[in-house]
């Protein structure tokens, strides 16, 4: 079979179908009905209807997670990506949970993470499927729903169902992502600072971030003052001088300050501009306490060097590369303060004593650290069959002579015993993801369609 030939036959039914998942807003929601959220949940019928209607075999694990199946056999091999999307977040050019195409490319929020490519590999599947090709193993397309918050539902379908003998997840970049770094979500919870009436401004609550995996593109502060003009003035200045953009108004007799920033994914915070830091440094500008402005100092040096070395945990190996990190949320009211911290950190780093640096830093501010949830590096040998399978697909598909790679991203092959991230941007594919105007070239979704399908005949003949 020639998959190059035949992938771009199934353009128009990739479209249609991917589309029915874009539509669907399934970002987590706090529902007592359903695990993650009924539009989470409706994104898994709607992807089971899918799989059902073209003859597979689909199952449901409680709105937790399900699967795609196709082929017999003792052994498995598993494809997994997820359904569940980042907030779309603000300074879209058209409406995110409507799928629009344009020069070539498909917008949408999941159209790169990781609806896109989930229905890339779906396709795959169902033409080979069309081909009467009659796999010598079980094929599942396994479906997560909590993967961009905290991976309860893999979690959860694990428990209940068999663990592949080998798997890829197509939610990284070709051409095989045998490394993905360390990731530590925690929170620093620290004391409130004094702040005295005499002076002008005082600062009253600060709120900015969604999500830890999201450099965050706004920032809000609400101040008490009588000097408006002085805070508009210098907020004004700020923002020319930065090239920011933001707003500052009165709400009663509140001074709200907002800065916008620049969404991005985590794992690469100098994508991205951080507008909580950046909220943090305008603040310095002000008249506040003593004590505040040396707390906002603090934070804004230590938190906002992406690379960790002002709070001590810089590291780099030939692997993996260097440690970032992303202070993805904070928030100061009258009870305290709690920053929100994201860590990828090298595979050859020993995390016990990164936390240790970390709950240092904590203690000097009078506060404390605590973890909210940790994956462990993944790592799998680039001589592994199933590593250089897929690796020789892929360059046989480009032309290409590349390496196996490593990631600061996490993906569910982290939660397959043998396993990697395989697609299904390319090298050239700009990097969207958890950004505004979230996109795919269709040309390469086709490619990849290509790909997939010569990598599950070659995996499972």
């Known amino acids: 079979m020639d998959f190059k030939v035949l992938a771009p036959d199934y353009k128009d039914e990739y479209l249609t179908k991917v589309k029915r998942l874009l539509r669907i807003p399934s970002v987590f929601e706090e529902d007592s009905n359903y695990p993650f959220g009924k539009k989470i949940d409706d994104a898994l019928k709607e992807m089971l209807a899918i799989g059902r209607e073209d003859g597979f075999q689909v199952k449901n694990l409680s709105g937790y997670a399900g699967h795609i199946e196709w082929g017999e056999g003792e052994q498995i091999l598993g494809i997994l990506g997820h359904l569940d999307v980042v907030p779309a977040g603000d300074g879209w050019s058209s409406a995110p949970f409507e799928p629009?195409?344009?020069?070539?490319?498909?917008?949408?929020?999941?159209?790169?993470?990781?609806?896109?490519?989930?229905?890339?590999?779906?396709?795959?599947?169902?033409?080979?499927?069309?081909?009467?090709?009659?796999?010598n193993k079980r094929i599942r397309l396994i479906l997560g729903t909590d993967e961009e918050r905290d991976w309860q539902g893999i979690d959860y379908y694990f428990k209940q169902e068999e663990m592949p003998s080998f798997g890829f997840s197509p939610d990284a970049a070709f051409p095989v992502i045998h490394a993905e770094k360390g990731l530590i979500d925690g929170y620093m919870e620290l004391p409130v600072f004094n702040q005295s009436r005499d002076r002008q401004i005082q600062i009253i609550r600060i709120k900015g971030g969604d999500r830890l995996n999201m450099v965050p593109d706004k920032a809000i502060a609400i101040l008490r003052t009588d000097n408006h003009d002085l805070?508009?003035?210098?907020?004004?200045?700020?923002?020319?001088?930065?090239?920011?953009?933001?707003?500052?108004?009165?709400?009663?007799?509140?001074?709200?300050?907002?800065?916008h920033g620049k969404g991005a994914h985590a794992s690469k915070p100098s994508q991205g501009v951080n507008a909580i830091i950046e909220l943090f440094r305008f603040l310095t500008g002000l008249p506040l306490s003593e004590e505040a402005y040396e707390w906002f100092s603090q934070l804004a040096e230590i938190l906002g060097?992406?690379?960790?070395?002002?709070?001590?945990?810089?590291?780099?190996?030939?692997?993996?590369?260097?440690?970032?990190?992303?202070?993805?949320?904070?928030?100061?009211?009258?009870?305290?303060?709690?920053?929100?911290?994201?860590?990828?950190?090298?595979?050859?780093?020993?995390?016990?004593a990164l936390l240790h640096k970390i709950q240092e830093q904590a203690t000097r501010w009078k506060g404390t650290y605590k973890v909210y949830d940790h994956l462990r590096p993944l790592y799998i040998d680039e001589d592994h069959d199933g590593v250089s399978t897929l690796l020789n697909i892929y360059n046989h598909h480009t032309g290409d002579r590349t390496k196996a790679e490593a990631i600061g991203g996490a993906t569910y092959a982290r939660a397959l015993k043998a396993g990697?991230?395989?697609?299904?941007?390319?090298?050239?594919?700009?990097?969207?993801?958890?950004?505004?105007?979230?996109?795919?070239?269709?040309?390469?979704?086709?490619?990849?369609?290509?790909?997939?399908?010569?990598?599950?005949?070659?995996l499972t003949k």
């Open 100 to 135: 629009v195409i344009k020069g070539g490319n498909l917008y949408g929020r999941g159209a790169q993470d990781d609806k896109g490519p989930v229905m890339a590999a779906y396709i795959a599947m169902k033409l080979l499927k069309d081909q009467g090709f009659e796999p």
């Open 231 to 259: 805070v508009e003035q210098k907020f004004t200045s700020y923002l020319t001088a930065k090239e920011l953009d933001g707003k500052c108004y009165l709400d009663n007799d509140r001074m709200m300050v907002e800065v």
């Open 305 to 352: 060097d992406d690379s960790g070395e002002n709070l001590g945990i810089k590291h780099h190996d030939d692997v993996s590369g260097s440690l970032t990190m992303n202070l993805g949320s904070f928030q100061l009211s009258e009870t305290g303060l709690v920053a929100g911290l994201n860590i990828r950190y090298p595979v050859t780093v020993e995390s016990e």
């Open 420 to 458: 990697v991230a395989y697609g299904a941007m390319f090298p050239d594919s700009p990097d969207t993801a958890h950004q505004a105007d979230e996109y795919v070239r269709i040309q390469d979704m086709m490619a990849a369609v290509a790909i997939y399908a010569e990598a599950i005949y070659q």
